[in-house]
């Protein structure tokens, strides 16, 4: 009996473990398939509360094994993993409490505290997890990657099809429109090439690994997102760098090569390859930005007017007409945009609504945990003797070059799904890199 007490605390911290693990592997399954039928919010909205939900029952079962008296492991506090983390919270929570609307900025707050919570706890589950941990997301993007395929040849569309809207902009597998799909593929797609990278060593890799590399890279161009394949391109390239200059040149030749293929042979690339070259000319920048030039200009204009704090989380939206206004006087040509009566709730830029949202401190969070991200590459032999420690060697500086280039052109922090996937990715690399 007294050895059953003694040994209750370890059994309450190991059940915790497991449901933590459960936890994490069904939210990285479960939450790119999650959508309701509602036309309204169909894919946006489900998913962010699935994310919440997800967060508050990782902390609900931490909380109850802390109260039935488990002994929760303490914290490295040195571990810069854990530190940098928890201080771009701390800036996030600073520039809610100077936000010029913090309800709107609370929102923000919560959204940032459950995909840390996420994060750690898929930190905390990859010390001791395996194949799992890449398996169960990469089913999930099997799944959309298939299904946004047939979408785009017209085989078959699950939600039916509406009427005055060009077929392509309808192409949104569960993920949402075409651009989410697209960041959402290009970054399942470097797992996989991580994976199928990381046991070329040992010759363990399998025409399975390559057949889904494959759907997912299928899937990626038939989206026909020009960001995320450009992304993934320099992603890829990066991930090659780090294992051979000499086959990163050859690759980088080849995929110069298939490129202007791609745009010859391709009529969609074409005609965009096309008109860019006349948008340039004509000096026609709103159409080069993809007409998004009046946000680029009202983000600016709020970093300007606010550098150190900018206007807060999530207040970018809640700011822009009045900013518009002012982009508009700036350049007169954006008064007969198409699309001038739209009131954008995003930058389509994550670097310049860093900038327009967290200033000068928002921003250099933002870069800080991507360099951290990229910098583990580094600090990860490519011979590490576990598959996991070579797979994080892979995937990190590409993961890291692939969200910074993606941000470009969209907005992956402020979408849940390509954010929860970014981040999980990333929590494996820091959870295996001294696995």
């Excluded at 759907?215 to 394949?229: F, G, H, R, Y």
């Excluded at 007409?291 to 600016?300: E, N, Q, S």
């Excluded at 300007?304 to 006087?329: C, M, N, R, S």
């Excluded at 490519?382 to 995937?395: I, M, S």
């Amino acid at each position: 009996m007294m050895r059953s007490r003694a040994d209750w605390p370890a059994r309450i911290d190991r059940w915790r473990e497991l449901a933590t693990f459960a936890l994490v592997l069904a939210g990285a399954f479960a939450l790119p398939l999650v959508f309701r039928r509602d036309p309204s919010a169909m894919f946006r909205l489900p998913k962010a509360m699935f994310l919440r939900a997800e967060a508050i029952l990782l902390v609900s079962i931490t909380l109850a094994a802390i109260f039935a008296g488990a002994h929760i492991p303490r914290p490295r506090w040195r571990d810069s993993w854990l530190l940098l983390p928890l201080a771009a919270l701390a800036a996030f929570v600073l520039l809610t409490l100077t936000s010029t609307n913090r309800e709107q900025s609370i929102g923000a707050l919560g959204s940032a505290i459950a995909t840390a919570v996420v994060f750690f706890a898929t930190v905390a589950a990859a010390r001791s997890g395996g194949w799992l941990l890449v398996a169960a997301p990469l089913v999930a993007a099997v799944t959309n990657a298939l299904l946004v395929i047939v979408e785009e040849t017209n085989l078959w569309m699950p939600f039916g099809v509406q009427a005055g809207l060009p077929h392509h902009l309808q192409c949104d597998a569960l993920i949402g429109n075409p651009n989410e799909v697209g960041g959402y593929l290009g970054a399942a797609a470097l797992a996989i090439i991580a994976v199928i990278a990381a046991r070329y060593r040992t010759n363990r890799w399998n025409v399975r690994d390559i057949l889904i590399a494959t759907v997912l890279v299928i899937a990626l161009i038939a989206c026909q997102t020009l960001t995320a394949i450009l992304a993934f391109a320099a992603a890829a390239f990066f991930m090659i760098v780090i294992s051979s200059w000499r086959n990163a040149v050859r690759v980088a030749a080849v995929a110069v090569i298939a490129g202007v293929l791609l745009v010859s042979l391709v009529a969609p690339f074409r005609a965009r390859a096309i008109s860019v070259v006349i948008w340039i000319r004509t000096g026609d920048y709103n159409a080069l930005a993809t007409d998004r030039l009046t946000p680029f200009v009202a983000a600016w204009s709020m970093f300007t007017d606010h550098p150190l704090t900018g206007v807060g989380p999530g207040a970018f939206a809640w700011q822009y007409y009045d900013y518009k206004i002012h982009a508009e006087q700036r350049y007169p040509s954006l008064r007969h945009a198409y699309n001038r009566g739209v009131n954008f709730g995003e930058v389509h830029n994550d670097h310049l609504q860093a900038l327009a949202e967290g200033g000068v401190i928002g921003y250099g969070a933002f870069l800080a945990l991507i360099g951290a991200l990229g910098f583990l590459s580094f600090t990860i032999p490519p011979a590490a003797p576990d598959w996991r420690r070579r797979f994080a060697h892979h995937l990190a500086l590409p993961l890291a070059v692939f969200w910074i280039v993606l941000s470009i052109a969209q907005f992956p922090m402020e979408t849940t799904v390509i954010r929860a996937l970014v981040v999980y990715l990333a929590a494996l690399c820091v959870g295996w890199r001294n696995a």
